[in-house]
């Protein structure tokens, strides 16, 4: 078990989960669900690798990446933020903002 800073405990092994929906552009909107990768160290603590693909909608979907915030400490854990926008398709893009679930163990 590492910690962070020594705020709160935290194990290399674990991911988190996320879902939400995207900005309403050209008439429509994509949902996203998925599940981060594991935490790649950083010199404030650590993020995570995130990617996937929005929910068919209008005949078209849009793929999405980034990198999560550093941790923000909650009591019992700590979360995320995500936020970014989706690949350019249909002449288009979309926003998306999030915070991912607690710290799932794996």
């Known amino acids: 078990m590492d910690s962070y800073r020594?705020?709160?405990p935290y194990r290399r092994n674990h991911i988190h989960e996320y879902e939400g929906?995207?900005?309403f552009n050209d008439g429509h909107i994509h949902r996203y669900k998925g599940y981060t990768g594991r935490p790649i160290p950083?010199?404030?603590?650590?993020?995570?690798?995130?990617?996937?693909y929005t929910t068919l909608n209008d005949r078209h979907r849009h793929e999405y990446y980034g990198y999560t915030s550093v941790p923000i400490p909650v009591p019992g854990g700590h979360i995320h933020y995500i936020n970014g926008r989706t690949t350019y398709v249909?002449?288009?893009?979309?926003?998306?903002?999030?915070?991912v679930s607690q710290q799932i163990y794996r």
């Open 90 to 99: 249909d002449g288009h893009i979309h926003r998306y903002e999030d915070r």
């Open 6 to 8: 020594g705020r709160y």
């Open 42 to 52: 950083t010199g404030a603590g650590h993020v995570h690798y995130y990617r996937g």
């Open 21 to 23: 929906a995207t900005t």
